[in-house]
C-alpha cells in the first residue's frame, strides 16, 4: 500500500526554520520524482518545490527559491525540506507528493499534509 507520511510541521517565529520530513513506503522511492506542494488558508495547491529521483536535480517555486532546500535519502525512503527564513506567507498545509511516468500515464500520491504555520 503507497503511503506518504509528513511530519515535522509546527509553529515557528517569521525569520525562523523548520525541517520537514516525508516517510514512504509501499513503492519504490528511488523510482519517483518527489514534489513538496502547499496549501494555504482559502487558496490553491501552490508547487514549492520538486528534485528528481536520483536527488541530483532539483527546482523551487518562487516563494521557495533562496530560502527552501529540498532533499531525499533514498536509502531511508524518506523527503525533506528545509525551510528558512520563514515568513508568515509560508503558513500552509504542506504536502509530500511522488509521481513518475508509466508508459503515458501520470501516476501521483499524496500524503495527508504537515500544518506549518508562522507567527510571531
Known amino acids: 500500500q503507497v503511503q506518504l507520511v509528513e511530519s515535522g510541521g509546527g509553529l515557528a517565529q517569521p525569520g525562523g526554520s523548520l525541517r520537514l520530513s516525508c516517510a514512504a513506503s509501499?513503492?519504490?522511492?528511488?523510482?519517483?520524482?518527489m514534489n513538496w506542494v502547499r496549501q494555504a488558508p482559502g487558496k490553491g495547491l501552490e508547487w514549492v518545490s520538486g528534485?528528481?529521483?536520483?536527488?541530483?536535480?532539483?527546482f523551487y517555486g518562487d516563494s521557495a527559491e533562496g530560502r527552501f532546500t529540498i532533499s531525499r535519502d533514498n536509502a531511508k525512503n524518506t523527503l525533506y525540506l528545509q525551510m528558512n527564513s520563514l515568513k508568515h506567507e509560508d503558513t500552509a498545509l504542506y504536502y509530500c507528493?511522488?509521481?513518475?511516468?508509466?508508459?503515458?500515464?501520470?501516476?501521483?500520491?499524496w500524503g495527508q499534509g504537515t500544518q506549518v504555520t508562522v507567527s510571531s
Open positions: 528534485i528528481y529521483s536520483d536527488g541530483l536535480d532539483t
Open positions: 507528493n511522488a509521481q513518475k511516468f508509466v508508459d503515458t500515464d501520470l501516476v501521483s500520491a
Open positions: 509501499g513503492f519504490i522511492f528511488g523510482n519517483y520524482v
